[in-house]
């Protein structure tokens, strides 16, 4: 009540005092690619409240000058790891993340595969491909694909079929009881906004490339957005 009393006569100007300041938490924070665009916002309106009581405290003389600097360190420390753990949460649960998730996964798994643009089982890691050492006659063995095709890869690139590709996923993702929360034509805007499209040549932020004699309309993502090493695995469901 103490406190509410004090800071009743400041709230006239208080808002706008507060709201011209650029804080050093608003700056650390918004440098950081992965926090949501209203994250720095948050924080440093929560550091400016917790300015506001540790002025208070001081003027109580309830806190000597070093514990409301200690106090403030700790709380600064405190809301810059849960914005930055709030961070991580939200990339998780990002749709397009999700989706190349579960591509990877499906791959990884024999339930799809890509082939390489030139045709045949790609140079470079074919078991993430959905590719498989099989047996065949004589005693030897070949790479053979599994599934269904859903794209080609090449060194400038992976190029999805889009309907295939997000036809396995979404399948994928709902028999783990968690769907891609979004339309195809959705996701291929969040996947052009979020940067993952490589180029765009034609409509609904597709391009188009030859493969052999036949012209296909794909979606063009660099091969790190889907073979990255250290993102967490999408489990598989029994």
């Known amino acids: 009540a103490g406190y509410v009393q004090w800071l009743a ?13 650029k804080d050093k938490e608003y700056e650390e924070i918004s440098g950081e690619a992965k ?5 720095p916002e948050i924080v440093t309106s929560l550091m400016q409240g917790m ?3 540790l002025a208070f405290a001081r003027q109580q003389n309830v806190m000597s000058e070093e514990e409301a600097a200690k106090m403030r360190c700790v709380a600064h420390e405190a809301i810059l790891e849960a914005a930055r753990g709030q961070a991580s949460h939200q990339e998780s649960e990002c749709p397009c993340r999700r989706f190349l998730g579960l591509l990877a996964s499906a791959l990884a798994s024999g339930v799809c595969y890509l082939e390489k643009r030139s045709g045949g089982v790609p140079d470079s890691i074919p078991d993430s491909c ?25 060194p400038q690139g ?26 195809i034509r959705d996701l291929q805007k969040r ?5 993952f499209l490589v180029s765009i040549g034609g409509t609904n932020n597709t391009t188009r490339i030859n493969v052999g004699q036949i012209r296909q309309r794909v979606l063009h993502l ?3 957005s889907l073979f990255d ?5 999408v489990m598989l469901p029994p």
């Open 51 to 53: 300015d506001m009581f």
């Open 222 to 224: 660099a091969v790190a």
């Open 191 to 195: 996947l052009r906004d979020e940067k």
């Open 9 to 21: 006569p400041q709230m006239k100007d208080l808002k706008a005092r507060l709201g011209s300041r």
């Open 35 to 39: 926090v949501h665009s209203r994250t």
């Open 158 to 183: 992976v190029y999805l079929l889009p309907d295939a590709a997000f036809g396995v996923a979404q399948r994928l993702g709902s028999a783990q009881g968690y769907s891609i929360p979004l339309g």
């Open 229 to 233: 090493v250290t993102r967490d695995p």
């Open 130 to 154: 959905g590719w498989r050492s099989t047996p065949v006659p004589g005693g030897s063995e070949e790479m053979r694909p599994q599934g269904t095709r859903i794209g080609w890869l090449d």
